[in-house]
């Protein structure tokens, strides 16, 4: 505090005379500065700063060095005394009046300051203002800087470092005054206290390290002793919840007797309930409880009045309803009938209703399709169509497609109608018979027959175009021939048909009690004899009716001779049938031969005479040693086995079954052999072509890069040699690594199945790293299946094992147990309680955790 | 059911249980039921997943252990076998001998059923081996309970019968018959006629997949669900035509035999064959394989026999002189060859798993002139099953069946409700046809890395994100003074981006919809005039 003020002084002094020193001429200044030298010559260079503050003269300012500006040496007492000059000191050479009136002015204000600043000491201090008299008389000692000191311009002791402050600094300046001594000893005891000079505080992120550090050595401490159960959690492969836990009560009874009545309803219902007299009553005597029974007269009142009121209610109801009744207004009886119609639509899925509706329905579809009314078919309709007003008005030709609509939507089917199964069948007929008699069919089988034969006629080739081409023609033509193939089968058919309900139709007049015969049953037969007179169809397509007769008579005739033929073939053929299945059952001997090689001995059992036979006949071979090879397995001429087969049954004891294998197996067999390995090496050739691409040669676009001679010799250029080389390099190599590569005799697709792609994992689960422990961790299954029963609960357990309901608490502690091993089979709970018989839930000793919960 | 406890005081021998010898038999169970080795954990780094993983393993070995002590101690039954002392040899011991020693209920399975007149029989077992469908070539059908010899129904189709099959148990069965495959009921009702194979000469089922697998004349491979009825693929070989069929009850595979000495393996999602294999230098007669799916036996024309390690595709003996027309493995590993009238049961009696070495075990020959057309060993039981162009046979094989069943897998004594409700599980357990491949173990497992991926849509419009935000960041360089506009700037970079969005080729439906249309107008253009108004116009 005091150098700065110090400092400051000394700065307003340099102030001022620089503002207001006469501006001297150089020669003058020269001179004075050299009969000053003389005087400081014994001085020290240092000084001269401290001499300049010092002396009131006007002097050339010479360029003090830095460094020695930047001293700091206000502390030194030596410095302060040495260039002290005396109170009576006067500066002979120079004088000057303006500059004293400054100065004087300076001082008195410098007084003021000093009187200010020794009251402070004093204070500060606590010593009598006397020990700064003479501080206080003496000039102000000023020691100049270039800058002022601040955090931006230490000084260079504070720089170097040895800027450390100890009391003894202080207290030199003030040594011998008044009170140092008094000083000096409290100081010095002061010292003795603390024994230490008091450094700096550390720096806060140090400090703070330093704090962290101390605390999370007491951290971990802490959490080290959950380290273990954490880790076995963590580890374990199931964390279990349920050991032991009581969930309270268990049956409804236990729940009820601990009921307490706690509402006010509760309570009355209680009081009720318990109520001694009333259970007396019911105990004893019925009649005790009719009288408790007792119905109060307002309650009776109540009841009155109330029924009192539906009455009435129910008579304005009727009233009302009657009113209704008499309305005659038709707008409101349309507006009553829109409302109806939509609550219809709700009640339509009450069945009866919905069929009433479909009943209203048909009745307006017969009556719209008996007086075809929206047809068109009034007056003003046929007078508008026939003026052809229809097409010149819009209004006329909308309100007549109207009344196309209304008659569409009436005369449609109902579908809906569930009873309508006959009447479709019913209606068809009767849309059939509309408007013709009997013979509709007829007319509509020869329509279908004009049709097909109009078709078969007009089978035009077209001259031009994609389908004049030869071979389209070809196609065409064998197409058309199968259309009129087809055709005149449908021909016959219709033929068949005609013929069918001809013959009904006589069948009809002639006999009603005959025998119904139908097309169907005649197809096969039929067209033998349709055919005959197919030449006929295109002259006689009228004269069908005179020919009905003749063919239905013949018909008749070859179908009755020709399904006799066929039951009795049919018979026969079943007949044969069980046939065969009888001889085997009878020829099925259960013999337990025992055979040696040679022996053949029948033990018993109902012998055929064939089966006798064929013993027989083997014995002799038996011993020859021929491995031939055995009939063959395949003989095409199946017809003829069947027939054989049919046969066989009676004589077969004497079929050998040796066969000589057919030509084309012998054939087959003989040059089975040839060439196989090479062909097969070929076929390897192949595959591998087709697997491993070979790299495809590369060429250069026809006329780029050949066009000078040297170019062409130079051939292809390097990189696509190179690359050519890489890739048949890549390719041997993918030959080589092949599975197949050192097998000559296998073949071995490496096609990936895209379909099979599904059932492999494109990435590693989670925390695998490497695909070899992934993979021998799947290998064995987990299953029932595959695992004693013992296992497969453990290999299956989930990670959390716990009761549904039970509260998880967190992870309480519990001393480590060096020893101990996770076992297994002995699940370690997490949560132990203390089971209470038909205790509260909560109150058994848990420990259980929650967040070290294990996860694979 | 078992023979050895009838058989041992002549031929045949029980060997005193020996501690040590017990202790390593264990040991192989509990290795068979671990079924191969747990990972390295220690190269795990994450702590929890490798203690978790160590607790999974420690309880698969639990589960393995018990198993194989289970199987040691509870299991009822123990397979039978035949031992000789001395210079007698297994392969002398005949039906006569074995007949004398046996209990009444397994000599009653010693019999022939002669039946001259309807040709070569084919023989199925349902998976319980309870039932048996035989079917003659010349349309005898016949459904025959094993157990109590009663036959349940018997049909004659009067047409050829090429083979027979059942479905997933006894109540339906196919016939391969003359035209068309035709399945039928228990009681003889054709229930389906299968029109969309053709005439087929062999037909299989594989019970998990439910599908009918069959191969007809021309060499197509069908395979039809029988759950829904839908044909789930049919494939052409291309190798002419085979009556050489037969299914890898592993993994569900089929294999087929081809005149030019190959066998094929297929499955029904692949129209290329997965596996192709010269066996032979002249056509394979017939294939076989090991119940465990490793081994596959094949014999040629050129009367050699073949055992094939299917794991290594190498062959892994080779039998000479032995030509069969049929080849069966049975449970337990026995391997039956068929030719002529003479069967042949060929042994593994190198005992370990690794090497197999499969010599003679039993003989048997039939009546001359009997021939052999088809030979299936009866499942839980110690019984052979041929069928031969005078009906059909039935010998012991001691040692040849499983002697203890297992009815989650099947039931030999299975009541109808428990038929029905096994149905019902094994139609919810019912694999779809895509898991049918040469190592099933690897579905669940990471997906193979393709050689040549073809990127998705979706990674290729992520690649081109990328390169259009790449484009859009670049700096570009300070021009001189007319060339650095903002204008010319903001030109540049535009082209920039187009130039990054042209390297990947536009896709979409745009370009198909587009050519969907001039197909349209193509068609139109050529349609006579008169038809040209009903060409779709969009």
Known sequence: MVGEKRRSTSKNLAKNKKRKGPHLPNSILKTIANEKRPLNSDEEDDEIDSDDANVDLYEYEEGVPEEESRKNNRYDPVVNYDYELPEDFEDENVESDDDDEGGNSDNEEGEGDVVRHTRMLQAVTGMPSAAFDGESKRKPVLFTEAYPESEFNPTRDVLEGKGLLTIDDFMAPIEGKPGFNDLQKRISRMQKDTQAVVHAPLPKPERERLERKAVKGLVDKEFNKWVHMVKRNREAPTVYFNQNVSLGYSTVGAIASEFQPRTDFEKKMASVLNDNELGEAHDEDGAKLLELNEVSVEDHIKYRDHIAKMRSLLFRHELKSKRIKKIKSKTYHRLKGKDLKKSAMGALMDPEMAKEEAMKQEARRVEERMTLKHKNTGKWAKRMISRGLNVKYDGTRAAISEQLQINATLSRKMNSTNDGSSSDESDDEEELNDGSDQDTPSKLIAKAREKTLKTVEDDEVPNSGLLSLPFMARAMKKKNEEAIEEAKRALEEYEEWENSGGEENSKKTADVSGRRVFGATAKVEAPKESRKDSDNFYDNSDSDNDMEGIENNDLRAVRDTASPVRNTGAITETEKFDDDIENPASKTTFDVALFASGSWKKMKGCQNAETKKKTKKHVPYSKSQDKKESRDEESEDSESEAEQMVDGILTSASKETYEIPSQAELIQRAFAGDDVVDEFEKEKQEVLNQEVPEPEKPVLVPGWGQWTNIQKKRGLPSWMVREHEDAKKKRTLDLKTRKDARLRHVIISEKVDKKAEKLHTTTLPFPYTSKEVFEHSMRMPIGPEFNPATIVGSLNRPEVVKKAGVIIKPLKFEEANPNEKVDDEHPRSNQKQNPKKGGKTGKGQRKGKSKQKTKA | ?538
Not at chain 2, 70 to 75: D, G, H, Q, S, T
Not at chain 2, 366 to 376: P, T
Not at chain 2, 383 to 398: A, C, F, N, R, Y
């Open chain 2, 1 to 538: 059911m078992e023979l050895s406890s009838e058989d041992n005081n002549l031929t045949e021998k029980v060997l005193p249980p020996i501690e040590q010898e017990s202790d390593v038999e264990l040991e192989t169970t509990v290795k068979k039921y671990l079924r191969g080795e747990g990972a390295d954990l220690e190269t795990l780094k994450d702590k929890k997943l490798k203690t978790q993983l160590a607790s999974r393993e420690k309880l698969y070995g639990k589960s393995a252990k018990t198993a194989a002590k289970i199987e040691k101690w509870l299991l009822p039954a123990e397979a039978g076998y035949l031992e000789t002392d001395g210079l007698e040899k297994t392969w002398r011991v005949k039906q006569t001998d074995i007949a004398n020693e046996v209990d009444l209920l397994s000599s009653r399975n010693q019999y022939d059923i002669v039946l001259p007149d309807f040709g070569p029989y084919k023989l199925d077992f349902t998976a319980s081996g309870r039932h048996m469908i035989a079917g003659g070539r010349k349309g005898h059908l016949a459904l025959v309970d094993m157990m109590s010899m009663n036959l349940i129904k018997e049909i004659q189709v009067k047409e050829t019968v090429r083979d027979v099959a059942f479905l997933h148990n006894e109540q339906f069965f196919a016939a391969a018959q003359k035209k068309y495959a035709y399945i039928y009921g228990r009681d003889g009702t054709e229930l389906h006629c299968l029109k969309e194979r053709g005439p087929v000469s062999r037909l299989r089922f594989l019970k998990n997949h439910f599908l009918l697998a069959s191969v007809n004349k021309s060499g197509q491979l069908h395979y039809q669900d029988v759950t829904y009825g839908g044909m789930v693929a049919s494939i052409r070989t291309g190798k002419g035509r085979t009556d050489v069929m037969e299914v890898n009850p592993y993994n569900g595979v089929v294999a087929l035999g081809h005149t030019g000495g190959t066998v094929t393996m297929w499955k029904p999602t692949s129209q290329a064959p997965l596996v192709q294999m010269q066996c032979h230098p002249g056509p394979v007669s017939s294939v076989a394989f090991h119940p465990n799916g490793h081994l596959m036996a094949t014999s040629g024309k050129e009367r050699k026999l073949k055992i094939w390690d299917l794991r290594k595709f190498e062959e892994v003996q080779t039998i000479h002189g032995f030509h069969a027309k049929t080849l069966s493995f049975s449970q337990k590993g026995l391997l039956a060859a068929g030719t002529g009238s003479f069967v042949q049961i060929l042994g593994d009696s190198s005992g370990g798993s690794s090497s197999h070495n499969y010599s003679r075990y039993m003989n048997h020959s039939m009546v001359k002139g009997y021939q052999i057309e088809k030979l299936m060993f009866r499942p839980y039981e110690d019984v052979i099953g041929i069928g031969h162009s005078m009906g059909w046979s039935s010998i012991l094989i001691p040692g040849s069946g499983e002697p203890n069943f297992d009815s989650w897998v099947a039931n030999p004594f299975e009541t109808s409700k428990q038929r029905r409700e096994k149905e019902v599980h094994l139609l919810l357990d019912k694999l779809p046809p895509e898991t049918i491949m040469l190592d099933p173990s690897k579905i669940g497992a990471m997906k193979p890395s393709r050689r040549k991926e073809k990127q998705s849509r979706e990674e290729i419009e992520a690649e081109k994100e990328v390169a259009i935000e790449a484009a859009k960041s670049t700096e570009l360089k300070k021009k001189t003074k007319g060339r650095n506009k903002p204008s010319k700037r903001t030109k540049k970079k535009k082209e920039m981006v187009e130039n990054a969005k042209r390297t990947f080729p536009e896709q979409g439906h745009n370009n198909t919809a587009s050519k969907k249309r001039r197909i349209g107008e193509d068609a139109a253009a050529e349609l006579p005039a008169s038809l040209k108004r009903f060409a779709r116009k969009n």
